[in-house]
């Protein structure tokens, strides 16, 4: 691209991204700055939504509209940015400090990436592939509101945090659901396996046909919703596929770029990647080696690179942090190591739930779950345990 053509008045701080991750950002530096000039870059509507509400909007009977707590509109006149929605950043020249979308090629000071994370793609069979819904976005849900709401059976692929609440939810507002996973286990990359049954045995209480172990193949279209198969040969009719098989770091800009990514974007603790001018937070971001798609590492990641644009360099501390399964029939919390071979178990069973407390080898508090009525015994076990990044 020849850009001595091309104009690029700087925007001061340029984000790219309108979800959590950028919206927070941005109020944590107005809280600081009302002046410096900052614009939002987003390929959705900038609508500002809870996107952790998506998980039960079938029991609440709600349409993508009524999520939305603040529009785009909205949001920018109140906190005095620029914005441009309905807008994909295609490139970052990084030499000339500018971005490229479609239209035009915008000029950053410091350019921050909230880019987020992209359902991920199953390698499945049949023409009804391409009609498998995800939820990971406003629009997501908004494409597919009409026909969730005529669905009476449905296949939820996927049984980790997101596959496992949304099959729930679904439950409690009457539908029929098969709950699907390659793993033969609930929730398998936070819950052992003795937690994982309980959670397995309330679902079924609920009616939730359970499909363990074994994998989608095949999802064909039929004159009224789809066939599906699984690898262990069981096929069924169902009214909608929703694939909840987990997510992938939105990384693309970034690698095109020759920014230094892994799993995600790769951030040192003041949130910086490769790149000194470039900044990157959210579900994007791989720090420390970890990739932690939560609200809360989002909102300390946002508080201290705030601080750092604003001229404070900040690097970001994050404690332990509790993670909530929303799953009403049977609630959970746990915070920290919960999986791994290395981990001997305390194990605390009442009429009131369980407290389970998980040691290292050197027999150190490595993380805990509570379930259902014993939720607050975790709180003074979160102090004890390390921090998930330990700021300087
Ligand atoms: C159903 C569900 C339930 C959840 N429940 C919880 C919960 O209970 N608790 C919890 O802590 N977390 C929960 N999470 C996770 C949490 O919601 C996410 O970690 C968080 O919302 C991610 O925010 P983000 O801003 O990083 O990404 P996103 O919200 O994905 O935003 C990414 C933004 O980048 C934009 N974008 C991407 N590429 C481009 C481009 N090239 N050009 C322009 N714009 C671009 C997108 O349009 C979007 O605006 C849940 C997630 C889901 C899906």
């Known amino acids: 691209m020849n850009l001595n053509s091309i104009t690029k008045e700087s925007k001061g701080i340029v984000i790219v991204g309108s979800g959590f991750a950028a919206y927070q950002l941005v109020r944590m530096i107005r809280k600081q700055n009302q002046e410096l000039p900052v614009m939002v870059i987003t390929a959705d509507s900038g609508d500002d939504y809870s996107k952790p509400d998506l998980s039960h909007v079938f029991s609440k009977r709600q349409k993508a509209t009524d999520l939305v707590k603040q529009t ?10 620029e914005i441009l929605t309905n807008t994909r950043v295609e490139q970052i020249l990084t030499e000339d400090k500018c971005l490229v979308t479609q239209t035009r090629t915008i000029g950053y000071d410091k350019l921050v990436l909230a880019t987020g994370a992209s359902p991920f793609k199953l390698t499945i069979q049949g023409d009804g592939v391409d009609d498998m819904i995800t939820l990971n976005s406003l629009a997501d ?3 597919c509101h009409e026909q969730l709401s005529k669905a009476g059976k449905m296949l939820v692929v996927g049984a980790g945090l997101v596959g496992t609440e949304i099959a729930m939810d679904l439950l409690s507002s009457d539908r029929k659901v098969i709950l699907n996973d390659r793993a033969d286990r609930l929730i398998p990359g936070l819950l052992p396996e003795f937690v994982a049954n309980q959670l397995y045995r309330s679902l079924a209480a609920k009616g939730c046909e359970l499909a363990l172990g074994t994998e989608l193949v095949r999802v064909n279209r039929m004159e009224q919703g789809y066939e599906v198969l699984l690898a262990n040969g069981q096929s069924c009719r169902v009214d909608a596929v929703i694939s909840a098989a987990g997510l992938v770091p939105h990384k693309q800009l970034a ?3 020759g920014l230094a990514t892994g799993r995600g974007i790769v951030v040192n603790k003041q949130l910086q990647t490769s790149d000194a001018n470039i900044y990157a937070l959210g ?7 970890q990739v932690l798609p939560f609200l809360q590492p989002i909102m300390l990641s946002a508080c201290a690179l705030a601080s750092t644009l ?3 360099e900040t690097t970001v501390h994050m404690p332990a942090m509790l993670i909530k399964v929303k799953t009403p029939a049977y ?4 915070a920290g190591r919960t999986v791994g071979h ?7 069973v009442s009429d009131r739930g369980m407290l389970v407390q ?3 080898e050197n027999q150190k508090l490595a993380g805990f779950i509570t379930t259902e009525q014993r939720m607050a015994e975790g709180f003074p076990l979160l102090r004890q345990l390390p921090a998930v990044i330990q700021g300087v």
Request: glycine share 4%; net charge negative; charged share 30%.
């Open 358 to 360: 998980a040691f290292d």
């Open 310 to 312: 604003v001229g404070k």
């Open 255 to 257: 690698e095109q770029a």
């Open 141 to 143: 849900y908004d494409n």
């Open 331 to 334: 609630p959970i919390q746990l």
């Open 283 to 289: 579900d994007a971001v791989e720090i420390e080696g």
């Open 72 to 81: 785009a509109v909205r949001f920018v006149e109140e906190q005095n940015i």
């Open 342 to 348: 290395d981990l001997s178990w305390k194990v605390d």
